[in-house]
């Protein structure tokens, strides 16, 4: 796999996080990266640090969102939003480096919780 860092979805995650009021995430610690000849599927994935990392050798949490050039770059302005904000919804209100799961007993992420956000979003 072949990656490069990806400063434009960056800025894409600072404002989304700041319009949709994710007081949660720390920006600061979101790396963003394009990555290329991968085999996966996924449009982009959210890569999360285990909770060993801080305790252990005190590195603050981080997390990477990967795109898959080859699937991200072909969406159109709304569905690369859209992917963002999927990907950043897997991030738990602790930031504590760990991921949330598409279903737990308080929370879905989906095409429709997506939605949902995008369309307040889109009121701004």
């Known amino acids: ?3 490069e860092k990806a400063p434009e979805i960056k800025k894409q995650i600072k404002y989304l996080v700041s319009s949709l009021k994710m ?5 600061k610690n979101i790396h963003c990266i394009r990555s290329f000849d991968v085999k996966t599927r996924a449009i982009a994935r959210i890569w999360g640090m285990p909770k060993l990392f ?5 590195i603050e949490p981080n997390y ?3 795109v ?8 159109n302005e709304r569905e690369k939003i859209k992917t963002l ?9 602790t930031f504590s480096g760990a991921l949330l799961s598409h279903r737990g007993p ?3 992420i989906n095409d429709r ?9 889109e009121h701004l």
Not at 68 to 75: F, L, T
Not at 85 to 93: A, D, G, R, S, V
Request: hydrophobic content about 35%.
């Open 23 to 27: 007081d949660h995430i720390k920006v």
């Open 54 to 58: 801080n305790e252990v050798v005190g």
């Open 106 to 108: 308080h929370h879905r």
């Open 64 to 66: 990477i969102i990967e």
């Open 1 to 3: 796999m072949k990656y």
């Open 113 to 121: 919780e997506v939605e949902k956000i995008l369309k307040n979003l």
């Open 85 to 93: 904000i999927h990907e950043l919804m897997h991030i738990p209100k």
């Open 68 to 75: 898959n050039a080859k699937r991200y770059d072909k969406q």
